[in-house]
């Protein structure tokens, strides 16, 4: 061995260059700990991506919405449903496609239909959800077929979501009464007059019902619908 060398056993004679070494040695165990780390950081955050893609695997989700929809509250809340390994289908009153609003107020692209709310069962979905806009909802609680879709739905105890003024075809459909529930502020009375418990809150989940206020809740309302339908038992849809 050379001289470096033997400074790892003869303290007492190389005592000018025992702190390089311990020095040296301490940079390569350091080194080997981060690598450590960093290798079980990114096995870690692989199997909870992998995890998170398929957690909602097998689901299937209606999407029930007609002209005047608020698209953001469409969009944001069906990507996460997407990102979570679930299949979606855009349900309406009529075939083709339906237009949607920024605000309520300005023009905000389409949506295409993927079936009429007439022509399928609610035993086809896992999960419902009602997207917002002052339009929408409006023609849906106009429908009959909308409205028996979403009591349907309710009554079978899988998980309806709606935001901002969604909740207006719950009170159509007669399920809000004794419900907890949250909404556009406009609305509350027509919640309140139809036997609901209003909260003012992001999210408000009652056994099967999750509701949110407005846009700015969408983050939250997402990962609601998400998470209790990785947690909802029933059989999934291929």
């Not at 999407?63 to 997407?82: K, N, S, T, Y």
């Not at 979403?150 to 459909?173: M, N, Q, S, Y």
């Not at 056994?207 to 619908?225: C, E, K, V, Y």
Request: proline share 3%; with cysteine.
């Amino acid at each position: 061995m050379g001289r470096r060398a033997d400074a790892y056993w003869n303290f007492d004679e190389y005592t000018d260059d025992w702190p390089k070494v311990v020095l040296q040695l301490d940079y390569v165990v350091l080194y080997g700990q981060l690598m450590t780390l960093l290798q079980k950081q990114a096995t870690a955050s692989y199997r909870t991506e992998h995890k998170m893609a398929d957690e909602l695997k097998g689901k299937r989700v209606a999407i029930l919405a007609a002209d005047g929809v608020e698209r953001v509250e469409l969009e944001q809340p069906r990507q996460a449903l997407l990102d979570a390994g679930a299949t979606t289908e855009l349900l309406s009153l009529h075939e083709g496609e339906i237009k949607a609003r920024k605000n309520d107020l300005d023009e905000a692209g389409t949506f295409s239909v993927d079936a009429l709310v007439k022509s399928v069962s609610v035993d086809d979905y896992d999960a419902l959800l009602l997207p917002g806009g002052t339009v929408n909802p409006d023609q849906l609680r106009l429908d009959a077929d909308a409205v028996g879709f979403v009591r349907d739905f309710v009554a079978t105890g899988k998980l309806v979501a709606a935001i901002c003024h969604g909740p207006w075809t719950l009170i159509e459909a007669g399920v809000a009464k004794g419900r907890t529930l949250t909404s556009y502020p406009s609305i509350r009375t027509d919640l309140r007059n139809a036997g609901a418990n209003v909260v003012d809150q992001e999210v408000a989940v009652d056994g099967n019902l999750i509701t949110s206020r407005w846009p700015d809740d969408l983050p939250a309302f997402s990962s609601a619908i998400v998470e209790q339908l990785s947690e909802a038992k029933g059989g999934d849809h291929d």
